[in-house]
């Protein structure tokens, strides 16, 4: 059905209430980090760090099918999977700067793809064409020339995700109300 | 010594035989071989006969076995005394008791799903027992298996699926059979056990009322969530607890009224998810509060008592 009909659809609802609560957690843990990456590198702010982020090479996952008028929500669902999956392999350039906090990247890790499998379940659900990626298919690390390089482009991921889970958020809000 | 099957379900028949080749054994050669049986240390009669390749054979029925555990040995006479020369350990039980009174409960500090249950009657048989757990659309796995003979084992957070049903159930074997219990068909987060709120001040507010304004903070793992919280209080003379429901958990803030002046009062509050209705967190710790007294009403009748 339509997604616009399935307003009225509790278990729709349900999977939107849910996944709406489960990005507030992953948001929670991805903002922990930057506090982490803030404490320990001293990166907080990202406005002094614009010049540098030229010359990095950060992944950021486009959204443009989730929010203004070219809003479509299956797409936007791709979208949101495809960008989960972008920064779930960005997260391990953070585990590399962060062994410390192994433990909440790897967890902010398995949400992200948990968060993208639950969201293709339910496009499965709705009948809507899915892309099922391979499993352990890694993108490459973006190569840091310094370690100063790699802890501004840690900032970055995590910044550029947090962006790209504020506005997937919205798009979830939005198809809940 | 040679038996049909070291396990057996209990009562059932036992057969063995154990067979001598006495050319074999030095000092057996010319005697007649005289084999006996004992289980345990009681003495069973066998049938005793001449066996392939100039063998002795004894076989032994034991129409019905019902010890959990024993040893069968095979004796033979030799220069007059009793040698034992074989053994067979047999052990008797029922397949694996169906498992009952599956729960789970999702730990938010690891995300890890402690599930335990009720393993019904002892098989008296080495049991494995394994919890299981299956994704939707994913095949059924091994969550975890418990340690020590304990009827729980917690399932770690990479195994799990949030915010999705997954199906759980717990799997015994034995030589015997295979025994599994109800499905439980649930979202791991259905049953978190939250961390309880912290209270945080209580005022009589507005000032000189019965009411009172209450704040908490919500446990920090639970601050992504949508609570539902309830609030109870009663004096140290009250034996029930007056309690207050339907709190929304991210308001941080609640008032209350009708309280009594001047009266001590200890108040607890507790959330759980409203999306699910799942477990309550316990009750968060006491906090007590005295209301403000408040000034007499009515007209003051003033007297002078004088004595002649």
């Known amino acids: ?177 | 010594v040679a038996v049909g099957s070291p396990i057996v379900p209990l009562g059932s028949a036992v057969t063995a035989s154990c067979t001598i080749q006495s050319k074999l054994c030095r000092g057996l050669e010319q005697e007649k071989v005289r084999i006996t049986w004992m289980l345990d240390n009681e003495p069973i009669a066998g049938q005793q006969g001449q066996g392939p390749g100039d063998t002795e054979v004894s076989n032994l029925t034991l129409p019905q076995f019902n010890r959990t555990q024993a040893k069968l040995w095979c004796w033979v006479e030799w220069n007059g005394t009793k040698q034992r020369v074989g053994m067979a350990e047999i052990r008797a039980g029922y397949p694996p008791s169906k498992p009952f009174n599956l729960s789970c409960t999702l730990n938010l500090s690891d995300y890890g799903l402690t599930c335990q249950w009720e393993p019904g009657a002892d098989s008296h048989l080495p049991t494995s027992v394994v919890l299981k757990c299956a994704g939707s659309r994913a095949p059924a796995v091994t969550g975890c298996t418990p340690q020590g003979g304990r009827s729980r084992c917690t399932v770690p957070r990479r195994l799990l699926q949030l915010y999705r049903h997954m199906e759980i159930w717990v799997s015994a074997t034995n030589t015997l059979g295979t025994a599994e219990s109800e499905h439980l068909c649930i979202d791991p987060m259905d049953v978190a056990k939250l961390d309880p709120p912290a209270l945080q001040s209580i005022q009589s507010i507005p000032f000189q009322t019965d009411c009172i304004a209450l704040t908490w903070e919500v446990a920090r793992s639970n601050a992504h969530m949508e609570l539902q919280c309830e609030l109870r209080y009663r004096t140290p003379a009250d034996t029930a607890w007056a309690l207050v429901t339907n709190i929304i958990g991210h308001a941080g803030t609640t008032q209350c009224c009708g309280f009594l002046f001047g009266t001590q009062y200890h108040f607890q509050m507790r959330c759980r998810r409203s999306l699910a209705q799942g477990y309550w967190s316990e009750w968060s710790l006491g906090r007590n509060y005295t209301t403000h007294e408040k000034a007499p009403t009515g007209k003051l009748d003033a007297w002078w008592s004088t004595r002649p």
Do not use: W
């Open chain 1, 1 to 177: 059905a339509p997604l616009a009909e399935l307003s009225g659809d509790q278990r729709f609802h349900t999977f939107l209430k849910n996944n709406l609560e489960f990005t507030r957690k992953i948001k929670g843990d991805v903002a922990a980090l930057q506090r982490v990456v803030c404490d320990t590198f001293q990166l907080c702010k990202e406005e002094e760090l614009l010049l540098l982020r030229q010359d990095l090479d950060i992944a950021q996952a486009p959204l443009e099918l989730c929010h203004g008028r070219s809003f479509q929500a299956d797409a936007c669902f791709s979208q949101i999977r495809e960008g989960l999956r972008t920064y779930h392999s960005s997260l391990d350039a953070v585990l590399e700067l962060l062994p410390g906090h192994a433990a909440l990247v790897e967890t902010l890790q398995l949400d992200a793809a948990n968060l993208s499998s639950n969201i293709q379940h339910q496009m499965e659900d709705l009948g809507l064409a899915t892309v099922t990626y391979p499993t352990e298919a890694r993108r490459p690390l973006p190569a840091f020339s310094s370690h100063f390089h790699h802890q501004v482009g840690g900032f970055f991921i995590l910044a550029n995700f947090q962006r790209f889970l504020e506005t997937a958020y919205r798009a979830l809000r939005h198809l809940a109300h």
